[in-house]
C-alpha cells in the first residue's frame, strides 16, 4: 500500500508513521511524501497517520488516512496428488492466473505430480455468476463448502458452471492437480444479467 501526504512544514528532518496509536516507522529524509506500507494482513481495515519531525519535536498530526486492503489468495502446495501432510510451501497471491508451462510454481514445489489449494473469501452482490477455470491437469471448485466442478482425473481444458449467490461474503476454493507437462490455473468470475 502507498501512503501519501502533503509537506507543508519546511524544516522537518523527516516523518514518522503511526498506525492508529502504535508507531509504524520513521522516514528519515526531509521533502519525502510518500511511504509504501507492506505486510498488511489481506482484507484487513487499517489507519494512518503522519507527523512531521524535527530536532525541536514534531508537529500535529496529519489527518487519518484508512484502507480495506485487498482480498487475497491463500495458496499452499504439496509434493504428492492427494493434498495431505503439511503443505511444502504456501503464500498469498492476488489471483489465481498461472501458467507453469513445464516448470514448478516455487523452488520447493515439484514441477509435476504437485496439488495446490487456493483459498478466499469475497463480497459478492446478490444474483448469478458464471465460474470459469482453464486447468491443466485436474480441478476442484468449491463455494462455500458445496463442491460445484469435479474435474480431478482430467487432461487439460475449460470448466465452467454457473451458481447462484446471496449477497454477502462467500468462500471459494479451488484445488488444482499437476501429474506431468504442463501446469496451468486460471480462475475467473462474472456476474451474469437476471
Known amino acids: 500500500m502507498q501512503l501519501t501526504?502533503?509537506?507543508?512544514?519546511?524544516?522537518?528532518t523527516g516523518f514518522e508513521i503511526y498506525e492508529g496509536s502504535n508507531y509504524w516507522a520513521t522516514v528519515p529524509s526531509p521533502n519525502i511524501t510518500a511511504f509504501t506500507i507492506s505486510g498488511l494482513e489481506p482484507n484487513s481495515y487499517h489507519c494512518f497517520k503522519v507527523r512531521a519531525i524535527n530536532s525541536a519535536g514534531s508537529s500535529p498530526f496529519?489527518?487519518?488516512a484508512c484502507v480495506t486492503t485487498p482480498?487475497?489468495?491463500?495458496?499452499?502446495?504439496?509434493?504428492?496428488?492427494?493434498?495431505?501432510?503439511?503443505?511444502?510451501?504456501?503464500?498469498?497471491?492476488?489471483?489465481?492466473?498461472?501458467?507453469?508451462?513445464?516448470?514448478?510454481?516455487?523452488?520447493?514445489?515439484?514441477?509435476?505430480?504437485f496439488t495446490s489449494r487456493w483459498t478466499r473469501s469475497s463480497e459478492f452482490h446478490g444474483g448469478t455468476y458464471r465460474?470459469?477455470?482453464?486447468?491443466?491437469?485436474?480441478?476442484?471448485?468449491?463455494?462455500?463448502?458445496?463442491?460445484?466442478?469435479?474435474?480431478?482425473?482430467?487432461?487439460?481444458?475449460?470448466?465452467?458452471?454457473?451458481?447462484?449467490?446471496?449477497?454477502?461474503?462467500?468462500?471459494?476454493?479451488?484445488?488444482?492437480?499437476?501429474l506431468n507437462g504442463g501446469a496451468s490455473l486460471k480462475l475467473s468470475w462474472q456476474a451474469l444479467a437476471d
Open 62 to 64: 496529519s489527518d487519518w
Open 131 to 178: 465460474f470459469e477455470v482453464y486447468h491443466d491437469d485436474g480441478v476442484r471448485l468449491w463455494i462455500d463448502d458445496q463442491l460445484y466442478i469435479d474435474k480431478w482425473d482430467q487432461a487439460a481444458e475449460t470448466s465452467s458452471i454457473d451458481v447462484s449467490l446471496t449477497a454477502g461474503p462467500h468462500t471459494v476454493k479451488v484445488e488444482h492437480l499437476e
Open 71 to 113: 482480498p487475497r489468495w491463500y495458496a499452499s502446495f504439496w509434493n504428492n496428488t492427494t493434498l495431505t501432510g503439511l503443505a511444502v510451501h504456501t503464500r498469498y497471491e492476488p489471483a489465481v492466473f498461472f501458467d507453469w508451462t513445464s516448470g514448478a510454481p516455487h523452488p520447493d514445489v515439484y514441477a509435476d505430480y
Open 5 to 12: 501526504w502533503r509537506d507543508t512544514v519546511m524544516n522537518e
